[in-house]
């Protein structure tokens, strides 16, 4: 939908087209296929560098067009459309959580070290919070950072990282202080190839298929201090900063997938024919898809709103947990009506929508779960 | 030089198109638009010549105010400035080609590159009629000896060349046995068929560029020409709906059906 919603002008408007070029040229007629391959190119990095996509909110001076958030806001719509969950998946980590730390904490050095080729795609980076035996509770994290020196000596495992298998760097949450809860934690960058940090193994995914999803471990790995993002104990602070936009980006593809399962099945209902006369002249699939348009416009509006607060420079967590939750699971419902709209056909691997649905499952439970944003917006209304 | 572009606006291919119940013209409801991609791939040979011979590429579009869409569109992809003849009505190819020719009169290209036609009546007349009133040479469907894959391709190297001289345009076009090469003296028409190039797409700097570049507007009453069209539309209807097949026992029922009941062998 193009319409301006009162947050995108003109310009938004002239790149959502570019994206779409983009997506529909580049990314979906592979989409299947990457899919089934479970891996899509390395070189799709470079090309979404190359059109300056990985950097729209970064400084000029290191590589990004500074062109704001709501530039990556219709980017990660329209990248929502691409047919593979797993494509807007692997890419969008690297514009959305592995490197926004780097841009917000990092100092010169590290942006110039990480940052820069990261923007370019010539780096591959993911972000590594969740742990065998820590996922929503974060402070409960068991991954330890030991000071030796000017090292870090760092010893753990982290699970369902995404970009883990064939990332450069990690950005890495660590305890520090393995004595405090969320005063502990820190944040370091490891990189590929440091002696003790590796990837244990590639894990098997319903959704999501074509990125790659990784469990990772270090043992007695040696990371410098200068690889620390901001200083020590700062970790939680960090991570739940970066958490706003993560869930606005996770509400965001949700908003994108949901549209094109509307699109489709809106055709759909008008193409197929049953007892004589189009499915769209039942009016009982007429009101179904009435009803999924307003869910969808209502998640819409809700993740708008939580936008235009974050954009605006609000801290707005209420607004974005239930964005968030909103909109995963809208498209988790558009998702199963598209797909019972299209009867055997939506069944079928052929067809995108039974990949929609596998990838919409994810939402709910990706970058905190609904249970999580449900205990953010209860501690914000003061319960 | 100095490069003239069209840039008209047209159904998107992948709208679902329907003819209205009175035969009048197309539902326009639920329709996106987009630029003519025949008009698409001239904007970027203008680009690529001029980054290659230097000067100016100058897009010009038809109609109402939405065209400033197709105009910005272009301008994002590199042009350097926009003209936009205001008009809302029906037109016809002349009328078309006469407000065309009144813009290259006054802008002085080198070169005017419009597509070949465009993908919403696919006319094919207005290049040919602009070359007639010019008085031009006129070098029609564009295309290139590379394949789309090569290197020289990917290189970014006009298909439309200039000869050894500066004076005259090098083209390649297809034609129904293969490709045939025409040299034609500047200025000229050229139109360009769809495997010239690959567009490129309207990067973020481009669209922010964009904002500031200007779009001159003019009439058809300001440029004098009568457009009242000489071709009207008396009635559309859709093509009819294609028969279910059927499955036939053998070969020799096909050849029998063939030969007796589609006399086509
Ligand atoms: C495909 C995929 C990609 C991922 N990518 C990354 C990544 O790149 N980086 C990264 O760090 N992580 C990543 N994750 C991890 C993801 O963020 C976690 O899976 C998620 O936060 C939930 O944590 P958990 O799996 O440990 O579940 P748990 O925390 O064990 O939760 C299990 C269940 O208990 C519920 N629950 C937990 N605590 C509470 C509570 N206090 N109140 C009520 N209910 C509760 C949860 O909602 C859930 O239903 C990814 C996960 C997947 C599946």
Known sequence: ???????????????????????????????????????????????????????????????????????????????????????????????????????????????????????????????????????????????????????????????????????????????????????????????????????????????????????????????????????????????????????????????????????????????????????????????????????????????????RLHVGGEYAIAQTSMAKKVATEMCCRMADQALQLHGGAGYMMELDIQRHWRDARLGPIGGGTSEIMNEIIAKQLGI | MKILVTAKRVEDAESKIRVNPQGTGIVPEGLKYKINPFDEIAVEEGLRLVAKHGGEVVVVSIGGKEVQEQLRHALAMGAHKAVWVNHAGALDQLAIAALLAKVVEAEKPDLAILGKQSIDDDQNQVGQYLAEFLGWGQATFASKVESLESDAEKGKHPGVMLSADGKAVVVVREVDNGLATVECQMPAVVTTDLRLNLPRYASLPGIMKAKSKPIQELTPAGLGVDVTPKVVIQKMVPPPARKAGIKVPDVATLVDKLKNEAKVV
Request: hydrophobic share 40%; net charge neutral; with cysteine.
């Open chain 1, 1 to 307: 939908m193009l319409s301006g919603h009162g947050l995108f002008g003109e310009e938004h408007d002239a790149f959502r087209r570019t994206v779409r070029a983009v997506v529909q040229k580049e990314l979906r007629p592979f989409a299947r296929e990457w899919e089934e391959r479970q891996e899509f190119p390395r070189a799709l990095f470079t090309r979404f560098g190359e059109l300056g996509f990985l950097g729209l909110k970064y400084p000029e001076e290191y590589g990004g067009s500074n062109a704001g958030e709501l530039y990556e806001a219709v980017l990660l719509e329209e990248l929502a459309r691409c047919g593979s969950g797993g494509v807007s998946a692997g890419l969008g980590a690297q514009f959305t959580i592995a490197t926004a730390p780097l841009h917000r904490y990092g100092t010169d050095a590290q942006k110039r070290r990480w940052l820069v080729p990261a923007i370019r795609g010539e780096r591959i980076g993911a972000l590594g919070v969740t742990e065998p035996d820590a996922g929503s509770d974060v402070a409960g994290l068991r991954t330890t950072a030991r000071r030796d020196g000017d090292h870090y000596v760092v010893n753990g495992s982290k699970l369902y990282i995404t970009n883990g298998v064939r990332a450069d760097f990690v950005v890495l949450a660590v305890k520090s202080d393995p004595g405090a809860g969320h005063s502990g934690l820190s944040m370091l960058v490891v990189e590929r190839g440091t002696p003790g940090f590796g990837v244990s193994r590639r894990l098997e995914k319903l959704g999501w298929r074509a990125s790659d999803t990784a469990e990772l471990h270090l043992e007695d790995c040696r990371v410098p201090v200068a690889n620390l993002l901001g200083r020590e104990g700062e970790g939680f602070a960090q991570i739940m900063g970066n958490f706003q936009w993560e869930r606005l980006s996770l509400a965001l593809g949700a908003l994108g997938a949901a549209d094109e399962l509307l699109e489709t099945s809106l055709q759909y209902v008008k193409d197929r024919h049953a007892f004589g006369k189009p499915l769209a002249a039942f009016q009982v699939l007429r009101h179904r898809l009435a009803e999924m348009a307003t869910d969808l416009e209502c998640a819409r509006q809700l993740t708008y709103h939580a936008l």
